[in-house]
């Protein structure tokens, strides 16, 4: 007691001394220690374009500089990201279109702001699709159609996109839909894809690009070659992969587009896009229609069917952390006439038969991506597509107009195909290692349904996986081996490798060189066919195997900076040899069946230069490609020629952009079946050119869009051409080509806040 009484009298007796001792001791934490706490707070950078614009969608590497492992950060729609690491710190950029920023921070400020300078290189030549990151260094032959080219060439569809591009052709079908072919190789061996999940409802093996509406696209990416070691089937040919807008930028934006011209075209579409925090929601839709083109007096019968097209989307996107999960919804309705000009039962009565070709498509995906960090990322996709196609004939009476379905069933056709896909592909992507690689899964099962299909419903299972390595032996020189491997539930699936070159010379040329093994697998139609009636005996064949292709291509990219100018020169070559090419042989008599037949070589060369000066950009190009079919003859190749150009001015001052095309199409010779002998002679088709005009003026802060124009400036309808012949058929005289000249205006308006 005596030893806690003394020690609480001393205690009082120096309390205030105590209490000093407390203050000195708080104070002294406080300046040691103040700054160390200041610096660890949340650190903002912000990131702006030469106009002062946000900038979203930086790759934000940041490191402390006594810590191994940084962390990644993605800038926002106000282009900022923060940081709560340790100072000082570094931080390095990445993004295809800037160029890369480190820097060294070691203080803290309340928002470090960098203006990122533009990367100045030719948007052309970059692609995600195929590539391990979004950098102009694809190791691919590659395309990007971007949205500003898309406005200038007034395109609504996919098929107007290509019209003008070279070595693409583009073939018109009333019934099945219009096609394209890459190089001389038909679409049934090109894979098309709609933010990377393939497009199904294959009509004679061709999809219908003049369903794919570009009202949401952001840019259109083509790869040439085969791409089948990432795609699979289909891709044999080539890849088109359609991106859809998914920018946040600004945070709230809605608009409306309308567009007439003059041949009977009427489309309007609208849409919003709304951002809140770390939540992107868009919505679109619109209805397009056509009513019908003729060149000549054909009574009730056009030449060019009527068209009504209807279409929305929905896209939900949601950001965690370093997780990205985006929903996507979609549908499409098309409904296209073909009437009658054969009018029966006169003169007591009038009827005709009219066909009514109907399609629907339903698409839903979900997609999730994570970014382990600058390096390391994973994405998985999963996806269901609906297509249905009906052919239905009606008997329509022209004096009281009522029509009723037709009671012949051989003129009602119904199909439906469905298919689901699961994609996952892990990146390692380190710009300053020697190693990367890419790995994935593909799964894919696919089913058909209709009257003509053996058991009326079949199914196809495909399950692969697929790496490749990125090796960089030396700065500037890069090698991709890359293989594919995959279980198919109803044939053998091959083994598909490719192996790719580039090598970037300090003198700004760009080399590529790669082969590649690509491969089309028979489709459940060629399978699984049974379409027998009084005029028809044609059988499928699940004896199938598919079809297989090697693949050569060398290329050059030369950029030459001359004072204020840029010009750019790029040839290239390539040959695509496909074995086992699939079509109908007549077995005995009338009896045709699916088979692996011939072979199919395509070689040739394109060359093709583009200029920038100032506002005026300037592109051209030449293309020869020849074909060889032994399934029609033995030992010849068929040359064609393409030219191309491309001219643009803009009028900053006045934001207006000046745009001219011009795409030469050059004769393309076909064999046909010489009239009642079996010997093919060569015809050699009519060559014709397609040349637009537009111009396009903003107004109101670009709010406003006007644009106005010419389109098939030459007067382009028919040309004297067969249908490709084959060793059952001979082509038609004439094929349709355009809808003679016609003109166009297009407005839009845009809110944004």
Not at 59 to 88: A, M, Q
Not at 307 to 332: D, H, M, N, P, Y
Not at 711 to 730: F, S, Y
Request: hydrophobic fraction near 35%; proline fraction near 2%.
């Amino acid at each position: 007691m005596i030893l806690l009484s003394e020690y609480l009298f001393t205690l009082k007796r120096h309390r205030f001394n105590f209490v000093r001792v407390i203050k000195k001791i708080t104070l002294s934490l406080f300046l040691v220690l103040g700054p160390f706490l200041y610096l660890t707070k949340a650190q903002t950078f912000r990131f702006t374009d030469s106009r002062g614009i946000p900038v979203e969608g930086i790759v934000v590497s940041v490191k402390s500089l006594d810590l191994e492992n940084g962390s990644v950060l993605i800038t926002d729609n106000k282009g900022t990201v923060e940081t709560d690491k340790s100072f000082p710190l570094i931080i390095r950029t990445y993004h295809f279109a800037f160029l890369t920023i480190q820097d060294t921070i070691y203080n803290k400020v309340e928002v470090k702001n960098y203006g990122v300078q533009s990367n100045n290189v030719n948007l052309d030549e970059i692609s995600v699709t195929g590539n391990y990151s979004t950098t102009d260094r694809s190791v691919y032959q590659t395309q990007v159609i971007t949205r500003q080219e898309i406005d200038a060439q007034a395109a609504n569809n996919v098929l107007d996109l290509f019209t003008h591009q070279l070595n693409v052709r583009v073939n018109n079908d009333q019934a099945t839909g219009s096609s394209i072919s890459l190089q001389g190789i038909g679409d049934e061996n090109i894979k098309v894809l709609v933010d990377g999940v393939p497009v199904i409802g294959r009509l004679s093996g061709n999809i219908n690009l003049s369903q794919l509406n570009l009202n949401n696209v952001e840019r259109v990416e083509v790869i040439r070659g085969p791409a089948s070691v990432l795609y699979g089937t289909n891709a044999l040919g080539g890849v088109i992969n359609i991106i859809t807008d998914a920018s946040s930028n600004p945070p709230f934006k809605a608009g409306v587009n309308t567009y007439y011209e003059t041949n009977g075209q009427y489309n309007v579409d609208a849409y919003t896009n709304f951002h809140f925090r770390k939540t992107d929601i868009s919505v679109s839709g619109g209805r397009y229609f056509f009513d019908g083109w003729s060149d000549k007096e054909s009574g009730r019968a056009d030449e060019w069917n009527p068209k009504e097209q209807k279409f929305g989307s929905l896209r939900f996107a949601q950001k965690i952390k370093k997780t990205k999960l985006v929903f996507q919804s979609s549908f499409f309705d098309e409904k296209v006439t073909n009437l009658s000009g054969d009018i029966r039962g006169l003169p007591y009565q009038a009827y005709v038969f009219d066909e009514y070709f109907k399609t629907k498509r339903f698409n839903n995906e979900v997609q999730i991506s994570h970014l382990f960090n600058a390096e390391k990322n994973l994405q998985v996709s999963a996806a269901y597509s609906f297509y249905r196609y009906d052919r239905n004939t009606y008997r329509k009476n022209l004096v009281t107009l009522n029509e009723a379905l037709s009671n012949d069933v051989l003129q009602q056709d119904t199909n439906d195909f469905g298919a689901a896909m699961v994609r996952a592909v892990y990146t390692k992507d380190d710009l300053n290692s020697k190693w990367n690689y890419q790995v994935g899964l593909d799964l894919n099962n696919e089913y058909t349904t209709g009257r003509r299909i053996e058991d009326h419903k079949q199914d196809n299972g495909d399950y692969a996986a697929f790496a490749s390595v990125e090796y960089r032996p030396f700065e500037n020189f890069l090698i991709r081996p890359a293989v594919r491997y995959a279980y198919n539930t109803v044939y053998k699936a091959p083994v598909v490798p490719s192996l790719q070159f580039m090598y970037e010379l300090k003198q700004k040329t760009v080399l590529r060189a790669s082969y590649s093994r690509g491969f089309r697998s028979p489709s459940l139609k060629e399978m699984y066919l049974h379409f027998v009636d009084a005029n028809h005996n044609v059988y499928g064949n699940t004896d199938l195997k598919a079809e297989e292709s090697d693949h050569i291509l060398f290329s050059v990219d030369r950029t030459f900076p001359i004072g204020k100018t840029k010009l750019v020169i790029s040839p290239s070559g390539f040959y695509n040899h496909i074995k086992n090419k699939i079509d109908l042989l007549s077995v005995t008599g009338d009896l045709y069946k699916y088979v692996n037949f011939y072979e199919y070589i395509t070689k040739g060369g394109q060359l093709s230069a583009s200029m920038e000066y100032k506002a005026f950009e300037l592109s051209t190009g030449l293309s020869y490609t020849g074909i060889y079919n032994s399934e029609i003859v033995d030992g010849d190749f068929l040359y064609s020629t393409e030219l191309n150009t491309m001219a643009q001015y803009k009028i900053n001052k006045t934001k207006t952009l000046i745009a001219l095309y011009w795409k030469y199409n050059g004769s393309q010779p076909q064999y046909y079946l010489a009239e009642n002998t079996d010997d093919f002679t060569v015809f050699q088709g009519e060559s014709y050119s397609m040349v637009d005009a537009s111009v396009t003026q903003k107004f109101m802060k670009d709010r406003i869009t006007i644009g106005a124009g010419i389109k098939n400036m030459l007067d382009v309808t028919t040309i004297k051409n067969k249908e490709t012949a084959g060793a059952h058929q001979a082509g038609n005289d004439e094929v349709f080509t355009g809808m003679g000249r016609s003109y166009f205006v297009r407005l839009q308006y845009q809110f944004r806040k």
